[in-house]
């Protein structure tokens, strides 16, 4: 303690430090209190090694670097590759387009190894596959790479085997073409009789060139459009995808359906044995379930290829010798009247009704065979664009007896001049008058006897025209012959059964298809309006709902127009009976526009909405369906459309959301929409 004492001098005062100074207690200090200072346990801080993170940030610098250089390199490899292998699918491109086959075998080779380089580089990117947003489209290229690679291959196989037909083709450049080996002038039977001989080998490449189509088929459907845009830079993507994918699985069924009927060609085509066809001549001006009504047939002999000289003959003239005994469909009673007032029974003319050809030709067929025309091979059914597409072919010809055919329009009746010829000779009408003395016939309007006789002459004209034509319309030739076929202008029901299947399966056998998804087949039967489908058309729009559980909503609105002024001769008043075919079990909400109709009904494995309106000259009618298909939808949403056969390419509109496709239905046709 210190102890201040007073010093008795004065002065200052002292200090006794041994002095102990007595504790104060309950009085404020002026000395400041000691703080203590409670000591927790704090481990280091460990000191930071600079060096190593460093190193470590380096290491991942230099990674990216190189990672980042990898693949602009790799990119840059794959652009130049790419760049290579467009330029080479254009020069291929311009080959096809030439019909050069030298040039297109040159794009051939090089465009093949041009995507070989372009997949060798495209394989560096393979790793991105695993990435969640690149990786969908990596797999995207390696489909369409992978398909291409087999549509090459594919290529080269057709070359080599279309080589020997190549001026059947209108193609040029083939090193030493059979079919050309000889000269020019060397006839289109010669040809055809060329061709049935080399089916056997044609048969191998077939098969080859279906296992290619498959490869392509399996990989570009697993391209999903949906995830590319609409548009970019001006140009349509994912409708294009779309239109690849469609086309891709059409001629991959096209080639696979296709192997079977050129197996059984030299059946049809009489090469083993005669076969005997009965020609049924359907005028799709007056339209019928089958394609038109059955105006007049022929019986012709194919021998080894080579078809005999016809003669036609009026329908009504083989009706007249048959004893009806099959009732008649109602609409068939009830709206042509006529003949149906004496006996409902079904006349031979309209045994057509069911829209499958097959099924309307076994009843036609059973009954034909009680008139002694049971000893035949088949039916063909043949209708007016038929004789049209050969012509604009041809070009006019001359019919001995009966004048001069073409196809330029004739302004009576704005309609091809071989149209207005028959219907010329065919509907001259006029009273009949015999001689009550003799009961002869004295006095009736020209070819009233046979109206049709005018058809078989005609055909003999046009096939031998055909037969006889030089190389250079063969193309063309070749070219209205197959439209007519998958246009469903020429129709075959063959009574050997596997025959039959391969004509079907093939499309040329006018079935009612069974189908997994929705589907929509308008069928229209003309019930007295003279020929006014020669002027009527039809507009379809389908407008699908789908729910969020599934349910597909449908509105069909069909649009009947007729622009032409009644003459009194071709166009006049137009009833129609409508048949909708649609997935069976689907449920009818509402119907409109219709002056008659009938409640649902099956048919055929479909579910059918019926009914009767009339088309006026100049006027329009419109005919509307609502209803609801018998099954939900989740992923994917398919329709297949069946054109009637004798239409010539209605106008449909489809809308799904926000997808919309519109299009000329010209065949059957089939849509894959992904929701």
Not at 48 to 60: F, N
Not at 200 to 218: G, R
Not at 421 to 435: H, M, N, Q, V
Request: glycine share 8%; net charge neutral.
């Amino acid at each position: 303690m210190i102890n201040i004492m007073q010093n008795d001098g004065g002065g200052l005062p002292k200090i006794n430090l041994d002095e102990k100074l007595p504790i104060q207690t309950g009085e404020s200090s002026i000395l400041v209190p000691k703080i203590e200072v409670l000591q927790e346990n704090v481990s280091p801080q460990p000191q930071v090694k600079s060096g190593k993170t460093k190193k470590v940030w380096l290491m991942v610098l230099i990674f990216f670097s190189v990672f980042l250089i990898y693949n602009l390199v790799v990119c840059f490899l794959i652009y130049q590759k790419g760049v290579k292998l467009a330029t080479s699918l254009n020069q291929l491109s311009v080959a096809a387009q030439s019909k050069d086959l030298a040039k297109i075998k040159v794009g051939l080779d090089q465009t093949n190894i041009n995507l070989g380089n372009f997949r060798t580089a495209y394989k560096f990117i393979f790793w991105a596959k695993i990435l969640p947003f690149v990786g969908p489209y990596v797999k995207d290229g390696d489909h369409a790479a992978t398909a291409a690679k087999a549509g090459i291959e594919a290529g080269q196989i057709v070359v080599t085997t279309i080589e020997p037909y190549s001026d059947l083709l209108g193609l040029q450049g083939g090193v030493s073409p059979i079919l050309g080996a000889k000269t020019g002038e060397q006839t289109t039977q010669d040809r055809i009789d060329f061709i049935i001989k080399t089916i056997p080998d044609l048969l191998p490449k077939i098969d080859s060139i279906s296992a290619k189509a498959k490869t392509i088929n399996d990989e570009i459907s697993q391209i999903v459009p949906n995830r590319y845009p609409e548009v970019y830079k001006g140009k349509k993507i994912r409708s294009q995808i779309k239109t690849i994918q469609g086309l891709v699985e059409e001629v991959s069924g096209f080639i696979v359906n296709g192997k079977p009927m050129l197996e059984n060609a030299p059946y049809i085509l009489g090469m083993d044995s005669p076969r005997t066809y009965m020609i049924l001549f359907q005028n799709d001006k007056e339209i019928r379930p089958t394609g038109g009504f059955m105006t007049a047939y022929a019986m012709m002999k194919v021998d080894k290829a080579k078809f005999e000289p016809v003669s036609s003959n009026d329908i009504y003239n083989l009706d007249a010798q048959y004893k009806p005994s099959i009732r008649a469909p109602e609409p068939i009673i009830k709206y042509i009247k006529g003949p149906y007032i004496l006996s409902q029974n079904l006349r031979l003319r309209d045994m057509n009704w069911s829209p499958d050809f097959g099924v309307s030709m076994q009843t036609f067929s059973s009954a034909i065979s009680k008139l002694g025309l049971g000893n035949i091979d088949g039916i063909i059914a043949v209708d007016t664009q038929l004789l049209t597409n050969l012509l604009d072919a041809i070009g006019p010809i001359g019919v001995p007896g009966f004048g001069n055919f073409s196809t330029k329009i004739d302004p009576e009746c704005s309609c091809p001049q071989v149209i207005h010829e028959l219907e010329s000779f065919a509907d001259i009408e006029g009273p009949i008058i015999w001689d009550p003395l003799t009961g002869k016939i004295i006095l009736r309007p020209p070819n009233s006897d046979n109206r049709k006789r005018i058809i078989g002459p005609l055909m003999n004209s046009i096939l031998a025209n055909a037969f006889g034509q030089p190389k250079e319309k063969l193309p063309a030739l070749f070219e209205a012959g197959f439209k007519s076929l998958i246009e469903k202008h020429v129709l075959f029901y063959i009574f050997d059964p596997k025959v039959e299947t391969a004509v079907s399966d093939f499309g040329l056998g006018g079935t009612i298809r069974n189908y997994d998804g929705d589907y929509l087949h308008v069928n229209d039967a003309n019930l007295g309006g003279r020929k006014s489908n020669l002027y009527a058309t039809e507009d379809v729009n389908q407008d699908i709902k789908i729910g969020s559980d599934g349910t597909v909503t449908k509105t069909l609105t069909i649009t009947y127009k007729n622009p032409m002024k009644q003459d009194g001769w071709l166009n006049s008043v137009l009833p129609t009976w409508v048949r909708v075919y649609v997935p069976q079990g689907s449920t009818l909400i509402t119907s409109e526009g219709l002056d008659a109709k009938t409640d649902p009904y099956d048919d055929l494995g479909k579910t059918v909405f019926a009914g009767f309106f009339q088309l006026r000259p100049e006027g329009v009618s419109k005919i509307t369906f609502e209803y609801k298909l018998p099954f939900k939808v989740s992923k994917n949403y398919k329709l297949l459309i069946q054109k009637q056969p004798g239409t010539d390419g209605f106008l449909y509109l489809i809308k799904l959301g926000k997808h919309s496709e519109e299009f000329y239905l010209k065949t059957d046709k089939e849509l894959k929409i992904g929701l």
